[in-house]
């Protein structure tokens, strides 16, 4: 998710370069789409460039790319609230069809890995579509919390079955096809986590040699290399940044205390600092034995010290400029937003969690009489 949203924040737009030959089409026609603007998100290790496309006719649209050495896109509709991705060969057409309502189930075909994923798709299709429907569910019912009722809970625990059911049925068709690149789709899609690398690394070992090259597998064998550097009770990275006042920031900036590394975002509502209780956290514990840094996803440096000046806690902020903060993203695998790390005097990681209370409850055991 988060590189999705970072795609959209911080990445060039243009239109489709003109002259040439088409190196990449992709033709869709979408049922149920109510906003006509797509955004399409062309990327490779280099660049990612970003093209706006209105349809012509409700739900069918055209897009073409003349330049470029691109690996995959991702289509963005419905104000970006949706999305999918399809894996690009030049020269190939690529045509995408379905109801936009179930993402998932999108049916995109052109090129080796499209098309046996959308294979996979379709024997996979009930218990998708139930997914779907329970999390559409969920979201309308904890729009007002104050509604939430007993049926909630039983639409949570259905959904987690079929979350494992999904999961079980995945596991065994990546066994099924070890030497297609469709399976490492599969493994970064299902079973990448930053917590728990294990099943993600069973897979993986699944899969032939000849794929040792693809740049998928190279992708999830780094992934699993960074998520091992920020288990608990490994070593916290360290890093070089510097905050929203141009002072200079490391982990030895915070000698012989702890330190409670939090990645938030401006757009992120379980980001702001009163949800995950940092406001009362850093009034409560003084900073020689407990520091904080934000990493923040937002560029607009300017902005945030002029924010920040109205603040009656000093806070020791990292913003996006230059890239700092998608960088120690990626140092600790960061995948969802909030996230929260706890690291000792001795530089050890001691927590990860998205969870406030959490946070609080800890810092009470290790900080208090």
């Known amino acids: 998710m988060i590189k ?8 060039i737009v243009s239109l489709s370069s003109c002259g040439g030959d088409i190196a990449y089409r992709i033709e869709g026609k979408l049922k149920n789409l109510e906003d006509q603007t797509i955004y399409a998100v062309f990327e490779n290790d280099e660049i990612k460039i970003v093209d706006t496309i209105t349809c012509e006719k409700p739900g069918q649209f055209l897009i073409e790319r003349r330049l470029g050495d691109f690996k995959d896109a991702t289509l963005f509709f419905e104000n970006k609230e949706r999305w999918v991705n399809v894996f690009l060969e030049k020269g190939k057409k690529i045509t995408i069809s379905g109801d936009v309502t179930y993402p998932a189930l999108l049916q995109v075909k052109g090129g080796k890995i499209n098309d046996r994923l959308t294979a996979i798709k379709k024997e996979l299709a009930p218990l998708l579509k139930e997914q779907a429907d329970l999390i559409s569910i969920l979201r309308k019912e904890h729009k007002d919390k104050q509604n939430q009722t007993i049926e909630d809970t039983d639409v ?3 959904l987690a079955n079929v979350n494992h059911l999904v999961s079980e049925e995945v596991a065994v068709l990546i066994k099924k096809y070890p030497e297609e690149e469709a399976s490492a789709v599969l493994i970064e899609r299902y079973f990448a986590n930053p917590d728990d690398t294990r099943k993600m690394d069973e897979l993986l070992a699944v899969l032939s040699p000849k794929l040792k090259d693809s740049y998928l597998v190279r992708n999830l064998e780094e992934y699993s290399a960074r998520a091992k550097q920020t288990a608990l009770g490994a070593e916290a990275p360290n890093f ?3 905050n929203v006042y141009g002072e200079p920031v490391s982990l030895d900036s915070f000698p012989k205390k702890y330190l409670l590394l939090t990645f938030t975002a401006p757009w992120c509502d379980m980001c702001q600092t009163e949800n995950l209780y940092l406001d009362e956290i850093a009034t409560k514990y003084p900073k020689d034995k407990l520091d904080m840094l934000l990493i923040s996803l937002d560029d607009n440096t300017v902005g945030v010290r002029k924010i920040l000046e109205k603040d009656s806690i000093n806070w020791n902020l990292v913003a996006d400029s230059a890239g700092q903060s998608t960088s120690l993203l990626n140092l ?15 530089g050890i990681i001691i927590l990860k969690t998205d969870n406030g209370i959490e946070i609080k409850q800890t810092l009470e055991n290790l900080l208090e009489d």
């Open 4 to 11: 999705r949203l970072l795609l959209i924040c911080g990445i």
């Open 156 to 158: 949570a625990s259905r």
């Open 240 to 242: 070089n940044v510097r």
């Open 332 to 346: 600790y695998n960061v995948s969802a937003l909030p996230r929260c790390f706890l690291i000792d005097e001795k």
